[in-house]
């Protein structure tokens, strides 16, 4: 029988604690270790895009790393954390959401999204929900807070992999995005527009239409998670904006604002748009940057016009 994801989570922390593991290696090593047959092995999603057991190893991962029990180092690679090490000396045999739930990062990561029911990948069970009003919600509504769940989860690894990227991969990431939204001409120009890498970041002009009547000024700063923007890089970048005579401004940033770095752009005025990790994430989902769609539900209902 293939385990539920909470089941994988203490065996796919232990496998991380011998150093940076692949997690294609960590799923065959699991189903191994789980004696699972052939069938169970190559037994797919009802997308057919991926197998079950993978489907609930990286959601075990993702819920570790959520809570910062392991950490992403390169493409399909993670390691344990020193948190990571202490949860395994003391769970017990068995980490679950309830172990995790001692984590502020991972109660913060799962108050961000409605909870939900997914019996099948398993992310959060019903006995979870009872008691909870969340029992009341129609089957749409379930579906919905699946959908924004998920969301979050992949919005968050996109962040994790700008994080971990060179600066020029995250100099195209922004490029890229730009474009998809409406912004720019082309590639070429809008990459040869904020293409200026320096500290980390991007700093440059982007044309606001295809036919560049109007400009906007971008600011991007790939820090560390935890490292947040603060009040003296907004009034740097309203002092660029002052002598390049723009109107407009987008601040993009891979952790957060300060609250003060937030008052200050409010007292700017309205020519300065904050961006953070949470908004890029989402940005970057809604517009199909760096990541694509996998499935497409369609909800029925009956067409009454049918039947008068």
Same mark, same amino acid.
């Given at each position: 029988m ?19 593991v ?7 090593s ?10 169970e092995r190559?037994?797919?999603?009802p ?5 079950v057991i ?6 075990a991962?993702t819920y570790?790393?959520?809570?910062g029990?392991v ?8 390691r344990?954390t ?26 913060d ?5 409605p909870?939900?029911v ?12 009872v ?9 749409e ?6 959908y924004?769940n998920?969301t ?9 992999r700008l994080?971990?990227?060179?600066p ?6 922004i490029?890229s ?6 912004y720019?001409?082309s +590639? %070429?120009? /809008?990459?040869?527009?904020?293409g &200026?890498? !320096?500290?980390?970041? #991007?700093?440059?002009?982007i044309? *606001? ?14 820090y560390?998670?935890g490292?947040?923007v603060?009040?003296a890089?907004i009034?740097?970048f ?18 957060g604002? +300060? %609250?003060s /770095?937030?008052e200050?752009?409010? &007292?700017? !005025?309205a020519?300065? #748009?904050?961006?953070?990790?949470? *908004? ?29």
């Amino acid at each position: 029988m293939i385990p539920d994801y909470q089941t994988l989570m203490e065996p796919v922390l232990r496998a991380s604690a011998v150093g940076e593991v692949r997690i294609g290696d960590v799923i065959d090593s699991l189903a191994a270790q789980f004696a699972l047959t052939d069938e169970e092995r190559a037994e797919l999603l009802p997308s057919g895009r991926q197998t079950v057991i993978a489907n609930r190893v990286h959601w075990a991962k993702t819920y570790l790393k959520q809570a910062g029990l392991v950490a992403p180092t390169k493409r399909g690679h993670f390691r344990i954390t020193p948190r990571g090490e202490a949860a395994l000396a003391s769970a017990g045999g068995r980490i679950d959401n309830a172990f995790l739930a001692q984590f502020q990062d991972f109660v913060d990561f799962r108050t961000r999204g409605p909870r939900l029911v997914n019996d099948d990948e398993a992310i959060f069970t019903v006995k979870e929900r009872v008691g909870s009003e969340d029992l009341l919600a129609s089957p749409e509504e379930q579906l919905r807070d699946i959908y924004e769940n998920i969301t979050t989860a992949v919005a968050d690894e996109l962040i994790d992999r700008l994080r971990s990227g060179s600066p020029a991969f995250f100099e195209r990431a922004i490029v890229s995005l730009l474009l998809a939204m409406g912004y720019g001409g082309s +590639s %070429a120009d /809008a990459g040869r527009a904020i293409g &200026q890498s !320096g500290d980390g970041g #991007v700093d440059g002009v982007i044309d *606001q239409d295809p036919l560049g009547v109007d400009q906007i000024y971008i600011q991007a700063k790939r820090y560390a998670e935890g490292n947040q923007v603060g009040p003296a890089a907004i009034r740097e970048f309203f002092g660029s904006l002052s002598l390049k005579k723009a109107q407009k401004g987008i601040f993009v940033t891979t952790p957060g604002f +300060s %609250a003060s /770095a937030i008052e200050t752009a409010r &007292q700017i !005025g309205a020519r300065i #748009v904050l961006i953070d990790a949470r *908004q890029l994430g989402r940005l970057m989902v809604r517009h199909n940057v760096g990541c694509r769609d996998q499935d497409v539900l369609y909800l029925k209902r009956v067409d009454e016009d049918f039947f008068e």
